[in-house]
Nanobody, 123 residues
């Protein structure tokens, strides 16, 4: 059973940067495509970014394209999301998710989800 634990969320001023981490408790991390989603208060869950098994291919949603970078360290079983130029609308719960089969923007592709880490952007 894969378990995902996110961290790094906190209160940050608009224009600032933040790096989120997601640690996977599994020996076969390299067999999972990974992604980040987010959910703002009162809104539906939204795709942020995804990454393939090796980390050599990435895919970004419109929400944070150009302001975020997804990466993974397979030796540490860890997924990252670097977020820059944060805006008020980036406030929300950020989730990492894992899929053994493929990656993309649909939440239905992902079988395992973390509990989320909260990001609050203040003015």
């Amino acid at each position: 059973q894969v378990r995902l634990v996110e961290s790094g969320g906190r209160l940050v001023a608009a224009g600032g940067s933040l790096r989120l981490s997601c640690v996977a408790s599994i020996d076969t991390f390299t067999k999972y495509f990974m992604s980040w989603f987010r959910q703002a208060p009162g809104k539906e869950r939204e795709f942020v970014a995804a990454i393939n098994l090796s980390g050599g291919s990435t895919y970004y949603g419109d929400a944070m394209k150009g302001r975020s970078t997804i990466s993974r360290d397979n030796a540490k079983n860890t997924l990252y999301l670097q977020m820059d130029s944060l805006q008020l609308e980036d406030t929300g719960i950020y989730y990492c998710a894992a899929s053994p089969s493929s990656f993309g923007s649909s939440a239905t592709l992902y079988d395992v989800w973390g509990q989320g880490t909260e990001v609050t952007v203040s003015s």
